[in-house]
């Protein structure tokens, strides 16, 4: 019956784009942030205070984030977004790892990023 399988080809078609979009898991948080980071704390060993005024990117993407850590270390931080915009992203530098918790909420961002010898705030504007 050839006049059935046409009907059933538009049909796959139109719906693979959604099944598409549901296995590669987008989230609500998908998108790039930019925020300022303040140094807070020194806890030991040499620690770069960000220029005054400059922006760092925040990206997520299919609920996975990404944060280029660049005051000490050229290093990205990468990690996973939570239900509720919570957030842990990581990698190893240096002497040590980077830690970065935060979350999510709105168009605001708030976390705080731990190294072995320094700690920053990140924060949307």
């Known amino acids: 019956m050839p006049g059935r399988s046409a009907p059933l080809a538009a ?29 807070k704390s020194v806890t030991g060993g040499d620690c770069t205070t960000p220029p005054l005024g400059s922006l760092y990117p925040l990206t997520v993407s299919r609920g996975e984030v990404r944060f280029a850590y660049v005051p ?6 990468v ?34 990023v731990a190294s072995p010898s320094c700690n920053y705030l990140f924060q949307t504007p």
């Open 79 to 112: 990690g996973q977004v939570g239900p509720d915009g919570s957030f842990t992203a990581a990698a190893r530098a240096g002497k040590g790892v980077v830690q970065m918790s935060g979350r999510i909420q709105g168009i605001r961002v708030t976390a705080m």
């Open 11 to 39: 049909a796959f078609l139109f719906a693979l784009p959604l099944g598409l979009a549901w296995a590669h898991g987008a989230s609500r948080f998908d998108g790039q942030y930019v925020g300022e980071l303040t140094l």
């Open 72 to 77: 000490r270390f050229a290093t990205t931080l």
